[in-house]
DNA sequence: GCCAACGTTGGC
DNA sequence: GCCAACGTTGGC
């Protein structure tokens, strides 16, 4: 019983976590701490699986936009930083016994031409995505099929 | 720095 | 369960 390779859209500030800092890393895999949304949490919880496309968006920062392409690479499993209590992402209402917050690990796939708010919105294909409805400030999004092909070919030039 | 939009908290 | 107050996000 497979399922279908799926599709999101994760946000990282870049004075937090660029693409660059993504492409330095070891293995060029991060875990995405952080997380303090239950719906965002929910979508790592339960829906994604290792090998899910990942448009890595750059956000809170002079150029926002698409800046390249990741993987799940792990299923999620507890945030460690929730349990540290000098971490800005603690949370003393976790325990290890029962943790709230989880993260999934995420590997460069690429790095691409970043593409803009300004060149998504300009895009018809592109008006259902999430990330660009109005008020939309969830940090993860899935992304369709037709929606992740028409970013891929049509701005990347690439059929992955 | 501004501010719209949204999620969370907590009193009732 | 309601809802006002508050905090955060994130583009501009």
């Known amino acids: 019983m497979t399922k279908a390779r ?19 890393a070891k293995a060029q895999t991060v875990a995405w701490f952080g997380v303090r949304n239950y719906q965002a949490r929910n ?6 699986r290792i090998g899910d496309g990942v448009l890595f968006y750059h956000s809170s920062c ?9 993987e799940v690479v792990s299923a999620a499993y507890p945030d460690a930083t929730q349990f540290d209590a000098k971490s800005p992402y603690y949370d003393p209402k976790s325990s290890p016994d029962n943790p709230r917050w989880v993260n ?17 919105r300009a895009e018809p294909k592109l008006a259902t995505m999430r990330v660009l409805q109005r008020g939309n400030r969830l ?3 899935p992304v369709t099929g037709a929606e992740w092909r028409t970013i891929c070919r049509q701005f990347w030039g690439h059929a992955d």
């Not at 799926?6 to 330095?24: H, T, V």
């Open 139 to 141: 940090s993860i999004t």
């Open 62 to 70: 002079p150029q926002p936009g698409i800046a390249g392409r990741a």
């Open 104 to 120: 999934v690990d995420v590997k460069l796939r690429a790095r691409e031409r970043l593409i803009g708010l300004d060149e998504l």
């Open 43 to 48: 979508f790592m919880r339960d829906d994604m």
């Open 6 to 24: 799926q599709y999101w859209l994760m946000k990282s500030e870049p004075s937090e976590c660029s693409i660059d800092d993504l492409a330095r």
